[in-house]
């Protein structure tokens, strides 16, 4: 009777230190939201970012292009160059002239780790509806700040550490495994330097750190609900 009672206990105290993560996690990601402008956010159709990469000793043009529900066109001026990588809403494709000046499809993981990338709403917002669970892990020390881990793990099994700052709660950091290459490496991006752009909270300076070197993303304009016709985002025709 005693173990009976003591398991019972047990099982109340653990459903309560559940109900109460859940709470925590509900309440950070809430606070997160309202400091991005998440419900502005949700009604902007389409970004247009133009920006400047570093990367390799390199500093190269970027413009992305990017309309609801899922189009997107990147392009990089590198040295003359213009790498290109799309998805019209049905077919991903690619342009990298030092390997071959005709389309490429974009496709699998790499697809995937694009449309994570220029993926308007975020990964975190309504996450279950995504097939995805959230696990708040507390506080922990990033760059002499405190900041919430939380510990997402999408649908197909692959997990992202979001670090949200304690005191603006913006993301700061955020910590994942991405394939590249034929091999999983260890990616981190730092987020800095935020800005509000009509309701918008986002960070204009993105480091990125990995296995592969460093790279660092500038923007320098952004741009809501602009026109953009679909045959933007389609595959050249040879």
Request: glycine share 6%; charged share 25%; net charge neutral.
């Amino acid at each position: 009777m005693k173990k009976s009672l003591i398991t019972v206990v047990a099982i109340i105290i653990i459903a309560f230190v559940n109900v109460a993560q859940a709470q925590s996690l509900s309440e950070v990601l809430d606070k997160h939201f309202k400091a991005i402008g998440q419900e502005k956010l949700m009604s902007v159709q389409s970004f247009y970012i133009k920006a400047k990469v570093s990367q390799m000793g390199m500093e190269m043009p970027m413009e992305m292009k990017i309309k609801k529900p899922n189009m997107f066109i990147i392009t990089i001026d590198a040295q003359g160059q213009k790498i290109m990588q799309a998805f019209d809403g049905e077919k991903g494709w690619m342009i990298i002239p030092m390997m071959s000046p005709d389309p490429q499809p974009l496709a699998g993981d790499q697809l995937v780790q694009v449309q994570e990338q220029v993926n308007m709403e975020g990964e975190l917002y309504n996450f279950e509806k995504k097939g995805s669970t959230a696990e708040l892990s507390g506080k922990v020390n990033v760059d002499g700040k405190d900041a919430y881990r939380i510990k997402l793990t999408g649908k197909d099994g692959n997990t992202k550490d979001y670090f949200i700052d304690a005191n603006t709660y913006l993301i700061s950091k955020v910590k994942a495994k991405v394939s590249a290459q034929g091999q999983t490496i260890d990616v981190e991006q730092i987020m800095d330097d935020y800005k509000t752009i009509d309701g918008i909270t986002m960070a204009m300076k993105i480091e990125s750190k990995s296995p592969m070197g460093t790279g660092l993303v500038l923007m320098e304009e952004v741009k809501f609900n602009e026109n953009f016709e679909n045959a933007i985002f389609k595959q050249p025709v040879k």
